[in-house]
């Protein structure tokens, strides 16, 4: 009989995700499984009609999300109505969590009796520690990308697995540089940046402007610079029209297959905040993270924050392996100046906090959970 399975992934970094674990799922069932819910372009490349465009979802920072509050609310109302009418044998909600509690607290007050689980756990030992105690009320199994995370939850009688981080398994590593500068017509000595300035329109409109205007900066000692910027459909739009008439030679690209061959070929990249930070770690591309919030939205996370970095990173070595510039420090002159020793000086020593992540796992993290979640849909049809 064929599975049915619920996927709600909020914003491309999920959408990755969803995509990977998709694969995983139709192997381990020789194809026989359906998918419905919700995802971007690599989950819908895999066979998955979204409900609607995870563009609305994709919102950071508690001024940004204001407005969208009302949309937010209507579509997820809209996924309720769409899990009664498929009954699926097991939904799951991939990231996002702000959003994806709210999915799992409406089905529980709808009384929906289908398994439900979490992909990433939440950051409890970040901020908001609380979460550890309230989730198991709400989801029956969770998904943890971090060695030490189980242990917040398990307390809780929450059924929790240690998967690895998906990052492991996605080929960040395994770009190809010379198709990359031959497509671009690039010889081996010019010096490429990746730009990767966010997936939200608010980090677009925040951090795209600094991140090229310290492109043009490092062209006075760098004549020669290219710069590539890869990206997803949710902002695409917006970063070609910034960039339309740029003077630096550029590119917009798409995809992961594209993205991984731009790092191969990088001698160095500017990200916002994020899971690209860790591809670029795989890709062993030297590599800083800039990150700027709202005024209000940056001084209530610095009251709740309880970690010394927010690099994994640097968060599993304790210490700076990767540069942060956040907030004050996200400045031009600095961006500038880190990027010019990222040049100059390029190692980084990532990969004691990779292989904390999983790497060389003889099981890939969207192996596991689709194994688990298989389990998970069987028991539900007991």
Known sequence: MT??????????SGDLLGSR???ALKAQTNNDIAFYGIGG???????LNSLFDIKDLAVMGFMEVIPSIPKILRHLHEIIRDIKQVQPDVILTIDSYSFSIRV???LKKNKI??????YVAPQVWAWKRGRAKTLPHFIDHLFCLLPSEPDYFTPYGLPTTFVGHPVIEGGADKGDALKFRAQYHLDGKTPVLAM??????NEIKTLLPLFMQTAEKLSKTHPDLFVVVPTVQTVADKIQEKMKDWKIPHAVIFGEGARYDAFAAANSAIAASGTVS????????PHLIAYRLNALTASLARRVLKIKYVNLINLLQDKPIIPELLQENCTLEKLTQTSEDLFQNPHQDVNPSLEKLGLNSNESPSEKVAICLLKLAR???E
């Open 278 to 285: 860790l591809e670029l770690a795989m890709a062993h591309v």
């Open 196 to 201: 990767l300035p966010g997936s939200r329109k």
């Open 113 to 118: 009796d289908i398994p439900h689980a979490h």
């Open 3 to 12: 599975v049915k399975v619920y996927l709600l992934a909020g914003e491309p």
């Open 104 to 106: 799992h607290k409406l």
């Open 41 to 47: 372009e690599t989950m819908q490349a895999e066979g």
């Open 21 to 23: 674990l998709m694969r």
């Open 379 to 381: 028991k539900g049809e």
